[in-house]
């Protein structure tokens, strides 16, 4: 069932489907609800399943102004007022399993499931703060040499050549929100999460690599870790078989239907 729910004047759209415990699907940057289709049915025939376009995703309204994890958490920690969940499981790939990680860490939760998750800070290399601030540099001196137009069309060409893809494929207020929520730092809050979390991912992992994933694991004080041969950022779904297996065993172990 499609539903909406409108947050601060921007409407919010999720669907809802399956009975039972619930179960929140959080998807990563660029995605949307559309990215679980493999994994629908078997969650649906256990779980009542809500799965989530963030804001700016999906047919989802673009924030208003430039978020940051803080209020991408909220939506949901609204969604779930408005679906009256109290202790939902929480499943969330990448950037999904950002909002997961700050929704579990201060919201009764009764698992969490991190699939190729993001919320370590990446470390950075010299050269990446020399090529981010030359970059600042030349959108401050390039109207001033060459007048708007050609410095913009510089601008544009240095950003398609440098930034990543989800980058380059978003719209300004959403770059700037993807600015902020990769440089935001969540270990602060792992400790905090008190319910049973499984960490699923990929061994070749370069997005959120797999030394994330092994200092979450340490960081979270009931956390355990597979780890997906040959996969990359997208391990549940190069390998859908492996994953059900293992969520279906990590979610069947002393889960309350409350």
Not at 83 to 104: C, T
Request: contains cysteine; hydrophobic residues 40%; glycine residues 8%.
């Amino acid at each position: 069932m499609d539903k909406t729910l409108t947050y601060e004047n921007l409407r919010l759209h999720y669907t809802v489907a399956g009975a039972g415990q619930p179960l929140f699907l959080l998807h990563g940057w660029g995605c949307s609800t559309e990215i679980w289709q493999r994994v629908l049915p078997f969650l649906e025939e256990r779980f009542r399943v809500i799965n989530v376009d963030f804001a700016g995703f999906g047919t989802s309204d673009e924030p208003h102004e430039v978020w940051g994890v803080e209020e991408y958490t909220r939506t949901v920690e609204a969604i779930a007022e408005a679906e009256g969940v109290e202790s939902p499981v929480l499943v969330g790939h990448s950037f999904g399993g950002r909002v997961s990680i700050v929704y579990a860490s201060r919201n009764k939760t009764q698992k969490v499931i991190l699939v190729d998750a993001a919320g370590v800070k990446p470390k950075r290399s010299l050269t990446y703060y020399r090529k981010v601030y030359t970059f600042k540099l030349l959108k401050w001196l390039a109207p001033i040499i060459l007048g708007k137009e050609r410095a913009q069309q510089l601008i544009d060409k240095r950003r398609a050549k440098a930034g990543s893809s989800d980058y380059n494929g978003a719209s300004p207020r959403m770059r700037a929100i993807l600015s902020k929520v990769v440089n935001e730092d969540l270990c602060h809050l792992m400790p905090k999460i008190s319910a049973p979390t499984l960490l699923f991912w990929g061994e070749n992992d370069t997005a959120t690599p797999l030394t994330d994933a092994k200092q979450m694991e340490r960081l979270i004080p009931d956390a355990g870790l597979v780890t997906v041969a040959g996969a990359g950022h997208y391990s549940f779904l190069e390998n859908t078989p492996l994953f059900l297996r293992v969520v279906e065993s990590f979610l069947s172990k002393e889960i309350s239907n409350k």
